[in-house]
């Protein structure tokens, strides 16, 4: 048995991809594995968004979709006592048309979750208008880290893909509750603790 001890750290690094910062004027930049601090990239490689549609906390996100399907992954510091719960902001890409965006998400080595989909109405708005929150709670802990990948796996596959941002791991500690041991007392034990008690309530009534 143990209770839960809930932390609000935000246990990703550059989970609203604020670096590395292209300049102001820029609406995005192509990358490709090494570009982006502190997650992997795989597939097709991804666009980190600037100026070109406004994100959904801070001033920049991802498009997980560069000339075709990408992908973002970063190894999360866990136990395996701990519950985890992910949340993330998504929205779409609509410069290819506003037809569906789908994404999936891999925890450590759990069932995939999703797909995840988003079918734009035309750029999202700043802030949690126009993008859409999914959180996922009671994520079970890896002893040394669990992996999170985002993948983007719109088909057919184009340069606008599903948009990113705010991505956000919390823990939950279990701390176990220390047992202790039932006092139970051996019956003669008890009759002579009961004995001694009577014969003192006895010599003071005299």
Known sequence: AGIGVA???NLVRNGGFEEP???ENTG???CTDGVLPDWAIGGDGIDQIRTFRASSQGSQSLDLSRIGTGSIS???PTTGSGSYTLSFDMAGDP???LTERLLMVQWGDQIPYGP???IPAGYPSAGPGGWQKVTLADLPGTAGGTGLVF???TSPSSACGVALDNV???SQEFVPIPEFPDLVLPIGLLMGILGTVSSVRSTREQ
């Open 151 to 153: 993948e983007d796996v």
């Open 168 to 170: 956000i791991v919390t």
């Open 21 to 23: 910062r292209p300049g």
């Open 74 to 76: 970063q190894l999360i």
């Open 116 to 118: 995840y989909s988003f």
């Open 28 to 30: 995005f930049a192509g």
């Open 7 to 9: 932390s609000a750290a």
């Open 95 to 97: 410069s290819c048309g």
